[in-house]
Protein backbone atom coordinates (compact mmCIF):
# COMPACT_ATOMS: atom_id res chain seq x y z
CA UNK A 1 0.00 0.00 0.00
CA UNK A 2 0.98 3.50 -0.76
CA UNK A 3 1.95 5.96 1.83
CA UNK A 4 -0.60 8.23 0.54
CA UNK A 5 -3.35 5.54 1.54
CA UNK A 6 -3.05 5.34 4.66
CA UNK A 7 -5.27 6.57 6.97
CA UNK A 8 -4.14 7.04 10.92
CA UNK A 9 -6.17 4.07 12.29
CA UNK A 10 -3.98 2.16 9.26
CA UNK A 11 -1.16 3.09 11.08
CA UNK A 12 -2.12 2.44 14.52
CA UNK A 13 -2.62 -0.91 13.38
CA UNK A 14 0.80 -1.14 12.21
CA UNK A 15 2.22 -0.08 15.30
CA UNK A 16 0.09 -0.72 18.23
CA UNK A 17 0.82 0.22 21.64
CA UNK A 18 4.56 -1.97 22.68
CA UNK A 19 5.88 -1.57 19.34
CA UNK A 20 9.30 -1.57 19.60
CA UNK A 21 11.46 -0.06 15.96
CA UNK A 22 15.36 0.55 15.35
CA UNK A 23 17.66 2.26 13.54
CA UNK A 24 20.64 0.39 13.10
CA UNK A 25 22.09 3.24 11.25
CA UNK A 26 21.93 6.20 13.18
CA UNK A 27 21.41 4.27 16.55
CA UNK A 28 18.10 4.80 18.03
CA UNK A 29 15.36 2.87 18.98
CA UNK A 30 11.93 3.72 19.67
CA UNK A 31 8.67 2.22 21.87
CA UNK A 32 5.18 3.29 20.73
CA UNK A 33 3.12 4.39 24.04
CA UNK A 34 0.09 5.88 22.33
CA UNK A 35 -1.20 5.72 19.02
CA UNK A 36 -4.63 8.29 19.28
CA UNK A 37 -6.45 10.60 17.28
CA UNK A 38 -4.93 13.59 18.85
CA UNK A 39 -1.32 12.59 19.39
CA UNK A 40 1.58 10.01 19.07
CA UNK A 41 3.38 8.64 22.05
CA UNK A 42 7.17 7.23 21.94
CA UNK A 43 9.37 6.36 24.27
CA UNK A 44 12.90 7.27 22.45
CA UNK A 45 16.27 5.74 23.03
CA UNK A 46 19.51 6.85 21.80
CA UNK A 47 22.95 4.92 22.25
CA UNK A 48 25.86 7.08 22.96
CA UNK A 49 26.97 8.52 19.39
CA UNK A 50 23.71 8.43 18.28
CA UNK A 51 21.73 11.71 16.39
CA UNK A 52 18.93 11.85 14.28
CA UNK A 53 19.36 11.45 10.48
CA UNK A 54 19.39 15.14 9.85
CA UNK A 55 17.89 18.56 10.44
CA UNK A 56 14.23 18.71 9.06
CA UNK A 57 10.82 19.92 10.10
CA UNK A 58 7.38 18.98 10.27
CA UNK A 59 4.86 20.92 8.44
CA UNK A 60 1.86 20.13 10.42
CA UNK A 61 2.79 18.75 13.49
CA UNK A 62 3.60 19.76 17.00
CA UNK A 63 7.09 17.18 18.46
CA UNK A 64 7.64 17.59 22.21
CA UNK A 65 10.81 16.40 23.80
CA UNK A 66 10.74 15.15 27.14
CA UNK A 67 14.43 14.03 28.85
CA UNK A 68 13.76 11.05 31.34
CA UNK A 69 17.44 9.97 31.53
CA UNK A 70 20.93 11.62 29.97
CA UNK A 71 21.96 14.77 27.92
CA UNK A 72 20.10 15.63 24.42
CA UNK A 73 21.98 17.79 22.57
CA UNK A 74 19.20 20.27 19.91
CA UNK A 75 19.44 22.61 17.77
CA UNK A 76 15.85 24.61 17.30
CA UNK A 77 16.02 27.03 14.70
CA UNK A 78 19.01 29.07 15.14
CA UNK A 79 18.97 28.29 19.09
CA UNK A 80 21.53 25.15 20.05
CA UNK A 81 21.16 24.08 23.69
CA UNK A 82 21.64 20.63 25.63
CA UNK A 83 18.67 19.14 27.83
CA UNK A 84 18.93 17.18 31.09
CA UNK A 85 17.25 14.75 32.85
CA UNK A 86 13.31 15.91 33.98
CA UNK A 87 14.24 19.24 30.86
CA UNK A 88 12.06 19.26 27.71
CA UNK A 89 11.24 21.16 24.42
CA UNK A 90 8.58 22.33 22.55
CA UNK A 91 8.57 22.32 18.27
CA UNK A 92 6.02 24.46 16.77
CA UNK A 93 5.02 23.28 13.14
CA UNK A 94 7.66 24.32 10.72
CA UNK A 95 10.54 24.78 12.38
CA UNK A 96 13.98 23.15 11.61
CA UNK A 97 15.18 21.19 14.10
CA UNK A 98 17.63 18.92 15.02
CA UNK A 99 18.91 16.58 17.73
CA UNK A 100 21.49 14.07 19.29
CA UNK A 101 22.77 12.60 22.26
CA UNK A 102 24.99 14.31 23.89
CA UNK A 103 26.17 12.81 26.98
CA UNK A 104 28.28 9.32 27.28
CA UNK A 105 25.22 7.00 28.33
CA UNK A 106 22.28 6.15 26.67
CA UNK A 107 19.50 9.01 26.06
CA UNK A 108 16.03 8.30 27.14
CA UNK A 109 13.11 10.54 26.26
CA UNK A 110 9.97 10.77 25.61
CA UNK A 111 8.41 12.04 22.87
CA UNK A 112 4.69 13.41 21.54
CA UNK A 113 3.63 13.96 18.33
CA UNK A 114 0.43 16.58 17.67
CA UNK A 115 -1.39 15.17 15.86
CA UNK A 116 -0.09 12.40 14.96
CA UNK A 117 -1.12 11.94 11.44
CA UNK A 118 1.23 9.49 9.58
CA UNK A 119 4.43 10.71 11.67
CA UNK A 120 4.90 6.39 13.18
CA UNK A 121 4.27 5.51 9.35
CA UNK A 122 7.14 7.77 8.53
CA UNK A 123 9.44 6.62 11.48
CA UNK A 124 8.76 3.27 9.98
CA UNK A 125 9.79 4.11 6.22
CA UNK A 126 12.85 6.11 7.30
CA UNK A 127 14.52 3.29 9.95
CA UNK A 128 13.29 0.37 7.33
CA UNK A 129 15.49 2.21 4.86
CA UNK A 130 18.13 2.23 7.16
CA UNK A 131 17.77 -1.44 8.01
CA UNK A 132 17.82 -2.57 3.79
CA UNK A 133 20.35 -0.58 3.53
CA UNK A 134 18.91 2.25 1.45
CA UNK A 135 20.43 6.04 3.01
CA UNK A 136 24.11 7.14 3.81
CA UNK A 137 26.02 7.08 6.69
CA UNK A 138 24.53 9.05 8.77
CA UNK A 139 20.87 7.74 7.70
CA UNK A 140 19.80 9.73 4.97
CA UNK A 141 17.69 8.31 2.47
CA UNK A 142 19.30 7.98 -0.97
CA UNK A 143 17.72 10.30 -4.00
CA UNK A 144 15.58 8.02 -5.12
CA UNK A 145 13.73 7.00 -1.77
CA UNK A 146 13.88 11.07 -0.85
CA UNK A 147 11.95 11.16 -3.47
CA UNK A 148 9.17 9.07 -2.36
CA UNK A 149 9.47 10.18 1.11
CA UNK A 150 9.00 13.41 -0.08
CA UNK A 151 5.31 12.18 -2.32
CA UNK A 152 4.22 10.05 0.86
CA UNK A 153 5.47 12.15 3.83
CA UNK A 154 4.79 15.43 2.63
CA UNK A 155 2.89 16.57 5.94
CA UNK A 156 4.87 14.64 8.17
CA UNK A 157 8.91 15.72 7.47
CA UNK A 158 10.43 17.92 5.26
CA UNK A 159 14.80 17.43 5.15
CA UNK A 160 16.65 21.14 5.49
CA UNK A 161 18.45 20.22 2.30
CA UNK A 162 18.23 19.58 -0.47
CA UNK A 163 15.89 23.11 -0.61
CA UNK A 164 12.20 22.33 0.17
CA UNK A 165 11.32 23.45 -3.79
CA UNK A 166 13.93 20.91 -4.68
CA UNK A 167 12.21 18.16 -3.16
CA UNK A 168 8.99 18.99 -4.05
CA UNK A 169 10.33 18.49 -7.69
CA UNK A 170 11.40 15.51 -7.08
CA UNK A 171 8.16 14.23 -5.56
CA UNK A 172 6.21 14.85 -8.95
CA UNK A 173 9.03 13.79 -11.34
CA UNK A 174 10.89 10.81 -9.71
CA UNK A 175 8.64 9.27 -7.15
CA UNK A 176 5.90 8.39 -9.85
CA UNK A 177 8.76 6.88 -11.88
CA UNK A 178 9.89 4.59 -8.64
CA UNK A 179 6.53 3.38 -7.87
CA UNK A 180 5.99 2.08 -11.18
CA UNK A 181 9.01 0.44 -11.46
CA UNK A 182 7.59 -0.98 -7.84
CA UNK A 183 10.37 0.49 -5.52
CA UNK A 184 8.56 1.82 -2.37
CA UNK A 185 9.66 3.01 1.23
CA UNK A 186 6.30 1.69 2.74
CA UNK A 187 5.11 -2.07 2.95
CA UNK A 188 7.44 -4.53 4.12
CA UNK A 189 10.39 -1.53 3.87
CA UNK A 190 8.45 -0.07 6.82
CA UNK A 191 8.43 -3.18 8.83
CA UNK A 192 11.30 -4.00 8.54
CA UNK A 193 12.23 -1.41 11.42
CA UNK A 194 10.30 -3.69 13.86
CA UNK A 195 12.18 -5.85 16.11
CA UNK A 196 11.14 -8.00 18.93
CA UNK A 197 9.65 -6.29 22.15
CA UNK A 198 13.09 -7.72 23.76
CA UNK A 199 15.19 -5.59 21.50
CA UNK A 200 14.32 -2.73 23.62
CA UNK A 201 17.65 -2.11 25.96
CA UNK A 202 16.96 -2.85 30.16
CA UNK A 203 17.30 0.86 32.14
CA UNK A 204 19.93 -1.00 34.46
CA UNK A 205 22.01 -2.15 31.33
CA UNK A 206 22.87 0.86 29.32
CA UNK A 207 26.45 -1.15 28.10
CA UNK A 208 24.02 -3.97 26.53
CA UNK A 209 23.68 -1.34 23.52
CA UNK A 210 26.74 -0.77 21.47
CA UNK A 211 25.99 1.07 17.92
CA UNK A 212 26.97 0.66 15.07
CA UNK A 213 24.89 -2.83 15.22
Known amino acids: MDARELSSSEVRGAFPAGTVLHNPVTGEYARVVEHTG ?19 FHPAQEERFEVVDGVLGYR ?4 RGELQSGEAVTVPAGVVHDWWNAGAGNLRARVTVTPPGLFAAMIGAVWGLA ?3 RTDPKGMPKLVDAALLAEAFAHEIVFERPPRAVQRALAVTVAPIARRRGRSVTGEVMRTAIVPAERWPGPGDPGAVTWPQ
Open 38 to 56: ERAVGELLAVPGAAVAGPH
Open 76 to 79: LGDR
Open 131 to 133: VVG
